[in-house]
């Protein structure tokens, strides 16, 4: 028998937020049967396994996150756009832990072609058409503007910024400014008119 109330759609935003407050690790099925008060066996009636869970989590995060970035850039170019782009990552990786870190959960190839995955590249393509980049200037660009921002992020969920007098604001502000210089330094040349 389903319980009432119970549905893969509420079990998945029960388990995002269980990311959030315990770890993206410890969203498990048996964690949300005890949130729920009920036999994990139970919730196999909406979900297969953990694995399904996580997936939910994950594919509802990158969701989630693709929608701020698309708000935050939405009308701006250049490093208007970098910064608001960089900061929607930040804040989402700040307000929502277990997500962000879900956002990172690997996906089979078809679940992530048909995932806001594709999104988050597409956002991050169009910010970098601002800087004229060419291939494979642009795919490295890709690459380094998400390992600056998921390193940023996670290091500063960490604590790794906390035993120094300089600000993590400050840090990446400056971080942002280098990212912007380096990006128009890799200008695709314009012919001479």
């Given at each position: 028998m389903v319980r009432a109330g119970l549905s893969p759609e509420r079990l998945t935003l029960a388990g995002a937020e269980l990311a959030d407050e315990v770890g993206f690790d410890q969203a498990t099925l048996s964690a949300l049967a005890r949130r729920f008060d009920v036999k994990q066996a139970s919730l196999y009636a909406h979900l297969k396994n953990s694995h399904e869970l996580k997936t939910r989590i994950a594919l509802l995060a990158l969701e989630e996150l693709?929608?701020?970035v698309a708000?935050?850039?939405?009308?701006?170019?250049?490093?208007?756009?970098?910064?608001?782009?960089?900061n929607a990552y930040r804040d989402y990786a700040r307000a929502h832990p277990g997500r962000y870190e879900a956002a990172r959960y690997r996906l089979d190839p078809q679940t992530a072609a048909a995932s806001a995955g594709v999104r988050h590249a597409q956002m991050t393509r169009a910010i970098?058409?601002?800087?004229?980049?060419?291939?494979p200037d642009q795919t490295h660009a890709v690459r380094m503007l998400g390992s600056v921002f998921h390193g940023y992020a996670s290091l500063e969920a960490a604590g790794a910024f906390d035993h120094t007098d300089v600000a993590a604001q400050q840090s990446w502000d400056w971080t942002l400014d280098c990212l912007d210089t380096a990006l128009r330094s890799r200008a695709t040349p314009r012919p001479a008119a």
């Open positions: 693709a929608d701020r708000d935050a850039v939405a009308g701006r170019a250049g490093k208007d756009a970098l910064t608001a782009f960089a970098l058409r601002g800087y004229d980049l060419a291939e």
